[in-house]
């Protein structure tokens, strides 16, 4: 609102003041339709511009309350730029039935615009960065997991009681004679035999 106040003194109703040659220039233009020019000189389409701002910005002002707390950094400061950019301008419809622009460029054919339409786009810009970071960033998570599940899919755990090289494990010693029992030794020797049938 400063911004169309310096600017409604300073250029009104025709003047223009260059700010960057051959790209920007502070030219004064009233603007009684949407962006573009649309619904320009029709006394419905001021009507539907006031009902559809107006609920618009009800809406993201309920949004950036309830869900404040919660809600990403990137999220809200994009939805806070809108809210303002279309502050600025129902303020304007409000009072005057027309948006006050002054910025125009020299370098394209490009409607007049101002500081509100430059905090509407860089918001909407950076709302639809926000959704395509979150949806790169459920991909690589979802790509993550089936890749853990693939590999976990081809190397199973080892079963129970296998040995730590992979093989099937060593039967515990069966109960017997072993080599420090008594008779060992005469069993090796021979002497541990059975006796001859008489």
């Known amino acids: 609102q400063l911004t169309k106040y310096l600017a409604t003194a300073a250029l009104a109703p025709d003047k223009a003041a260059p700010f960057l040659p051959g790209i920007l220039e502070f030219r004064y233009l009233l603007n009684d339709g949407a962006a573009f020019g649309a619904l320009s000189g029709r006394a419905w389409g001021q009507a539907f511009l006031l009902f559809f701002t107006s609920a618009g910005l009800v809406a993201l002002l309920v949004i950036l309350l309830l869900r404040r707390r919660r809600m990403d950094r990137l999220c809200y400061f994009s939805l806070l730029l809108i809210v303002a950019g279309g502050a600025g301008n ?102 541990g035999d059975a006796p001859p049938k008489p």
């Open 90 to 191: 129902l303020i304007d419809r409000l009072r005057s039935r027309c948006v006050v622009d002054f910025i125009a460029t020299l370098f394209i054919d490009f409607p007049v615009f101002n500081l509100a339409d430059c905090f509407i786009t860089v918001g909407v810009a950076l709302l639809f960065f926000w959704y395509l970071r979150g949806e790169l960033r459920a991909a690589r998570a979802k790509k993550a997991e089936d890749a853990q599940a693939a590999e976990e899919t081809a190397c199973p755990p080892a079963a129970a009681g296998a040995s730590p090289a992979g093989g099937e494990g060593e039967s515990a010693p069966k109960p017997g004679r072993t080599a420090d029992s008594p008779g060992a030794a005469d069993s090796r020797d021979g002497a």
